[in-house]
C-alpha cells in the first residue's frame, strides 16, 4: 500500500501563490507517476496537473496551463504543484494521486489513479 498525504492549503487572496506538497509513504521503492485534482463543492473531481514516473513529462488542465507548475522530487518522495496567479475559480480540495507502478504516465482520468491522498482545502477570495 501507498500512503500519500497533501499539506500547503490554505486561504489566499485571488493573483496570489500556493505551494502544496504531497508526500508518499509506503510501498514507495518504485516511483510513480502521479497527479493532483480538485473539487469544488457540488461539483465533481477535475484533473489538474500529471507528471511521469521519471517527471520528464507534465500534462496540464487548460484551466490552470500556464498559472500551475508541477513538479517532484524522487529522492524524497515528493510531489509539488506550485500555483500562481490563483483565481477564486480555483477554490476547491485538492488531491494528489498516484497510479500502479506498472504506468510511466500521468492521466487526466480520476479513474486511472490507484493511491488518493486526504486533499487539502485551498481557498482563494476576491
Known amino acids: 500500500q501507498v500512503q500519500l498525504v497533501e499539506s500547503g492549503g490554505g486561504l489566499v487572496q485571488a493573483g496570489g501563490s500556493l505551494r502544496l506538497s504531497c508526500a508518499a509513504s509506503?510501498?514507495?521503492?518504485?516511483?510513480?507517476?502521479m497527479g493532483w485534482f480538485r473539487q469544488a463543492p457540488g461539483k465533481e473531481r477535475d484533473f489538474v496537473a500529471a507528471?511521469?514516473?521519471?517527471?520528464?513529462?507534465?500534462y496540464y488542465s487548460s484551466a490552470v496551463k500556464g498559472r500551475f507548475t508541477i513538479s517532484r522530487d524522487n529522492a524524497k518522495i515528493t510531489l509539488y504543484l506550485q500555483m500562481n496567479s490563483l483565481k477564486p475559480e480555483d477554490t476547491a480540495v485538492y488531491y494528489c494521486?498516484?497510479?500502479?507502478?506498472?504506468?510511466?504516465?500521468?492521466?487526466?482520468?480520476?479513474?486511472?489513479?490507484?493511491?488518493w491522498g486526504q486533499g487539502t482545502q485551498v481557498t482563494v477570495s476576491s
Open positions: 494521486a498516484a497510479r500502479s507502478p506498472r504506468y510511466n504516465s500521468g492521466s487526466d482520468r480520476f479513474r486511472d489513479y490507484d493511491y
Open positions: 507528471i511521469s514516473r521519471s517527471g520528464g513529462s507534465t
Open positions: 509506503g510501498r514507495t521503492s518504485s516511483s510513480f507517476a
